[in-house]
């Protein structure tokens, strides 16, 4: 499996709550189970390896959700999130207006064939929370053909630091993650995207952070998604995510070039 690189630009604190492209940290997934080779089953997250050879398999799960705003489902592609899973897999719902619950249902375990799926031009704003607090976000993408949006929230629940988009649709195939899926929303099997994003990239350095808001909206073209945490207070503690090996480039913002950051 390839390692996955996002680059994009560091807000200045400005435009810290404007939405910015992702600078994001590559991993590489290890999974087990019948999916990972038929694409419609359970894949059961293992371990992810950094680029410096880092092995990490202490994560942290959603355990609870609050849906902001979610369009309403009124048939056929109406809505936005909704749950999905393998088409024979054995955890997981697959509900078009789900629940709260339903959302965490999804979320809540280690099997990457249980995502959130979003219509193609359906809007959302979900809070959801971890058991643990986090130092890493680690986000899978089936598809690798639409964009999502992420932004902490602190513990009284307002908004802090970066809201960070990252679009998949502007990446190449050196960010598959090294597997497909094949869900109850879809008609076959999709390459899957992921990359990670430190607490610095979104702007906050307080590992007590375990809240975030998720976005999608029209113009993403329906992010179908998975989110789990690395768990900040795992043996060892936290880690710098290595810098990565290469750099795709640099972006221009409102007129500001930044450089790309890594920790």
């Known amino acids: 499996m390839k390692n996955l690189l996002v680059t994009g630009i560091t807000a200045s604190a400005a435009l810290s709550l404007l939405a910015v492209p992702a600078d994001a940290f590559s991993f590489q997934t290890n999974a087990t189970g019948d999916g990972w080779t038929d694409t419609?089953?359970?894949?059961w997250l293992e371990s992810i390896e950094?680029?410096?050879?880092?092995?990490?398999?202490?994560?942290?799960?959603?355990?609870?959700?609050?849906?902001?705003?979610?369009?309403?489902?009124?048939?056929?592609?109406?809505?936005?999130?909704?749950?999905?899973?393998?088409?024979?897999?054995?955890?997981?719902?697959?509900?078009?207006?789900?629940?709260?619950?339903?959302l965490v249902g999804n979320l809540n375990n280690l099997n990457l064939n249980n995502i959130i799926d979003t219509e193609d031009s359906?809007?959302?704003?979900?809070?959801?929370?971890?058991?643990?607090?986090?130092?890493?976000?680690?986000?899978?993408?089936?598809?690798?053909?639409?964009?999502?949006?992420?932004?902490a929230v602190d513990g009284a629940g307002n908004l802090a630091g970066n809201k960070v988009?990252?679009?998949?649709?502007?990446?190449?195939?050196?960010?598959?993650?090294?597997?497909?899926i094949n869900t109850q929303e879809i008609g076959g099997s999709q390459k899957v995207g992921?990359?990670?994003?430190?607490?610095?990239?979104?702007?906050?350095?307080?590992?007590?952070?375990?809240?975030?808001?998720?976005?999608?909206?029209?113009?993403?073209?329906?992010?179908?998604?998975?989110?789990?945490?690395?768990?900040?207070?795992?043996?060892?503690g936290p880690v710098d995510v290595p810098e990565p090996g290469t750099i795709l480039g640099l972006a221009a913002f409102s007129g500001l070039l930044a450089a790309a950051r890594r920790r």
Do not use: C, H
């Not at 909704?82 to 078009?96: F, R």
């Not at 130092?135 to 993408?141: A, C, F, I, K």
């Open 165 to 180: 988009t990252v679009d998949f649709r502007e990446l190449s195939n050196d960010y598959y993650a090294g597997y497909k």
């Open 194 to 236: 992921s990359y990670g994003l430190t607490m610095a990239d979104l702007g906050v350095e307080d590992l007590s952070i375990n809240g975030f808001r998720f976005f999608s909206d029209s113009s993403f073209n329906g992010p179908d998604w998975k989110i789990m945490g690395t768990n900040a207070t795992r043996p060892g």
């Open 50 to 102: 950094l680029e410096d050879g880092t092995m990490v398999d202490e994560f942290s799960l959603i355990n609870s959700a609050t849906i902001v705003e979610n369009d309403e489902y009124t048939g056929g592609n109406s809505g936005a999130a909704s749950t999905d899973i393998g088409d024979t897999s054995t955890t997981g719902t697959s509900v078009e207006a789900p629940t709260e619950n339903e």
């Open 40 to 43: 419609t089953s359970d894949i």
């Open 122 to 151: 359906g809007s959302f704003a979900i809070d959801l929370f971890f058991n643990d607090p986090v130092d890493n976000l680690l986000l899978w993408e089936r598809g690798m053909n639409s964009a999502l949006a992420v932004q």
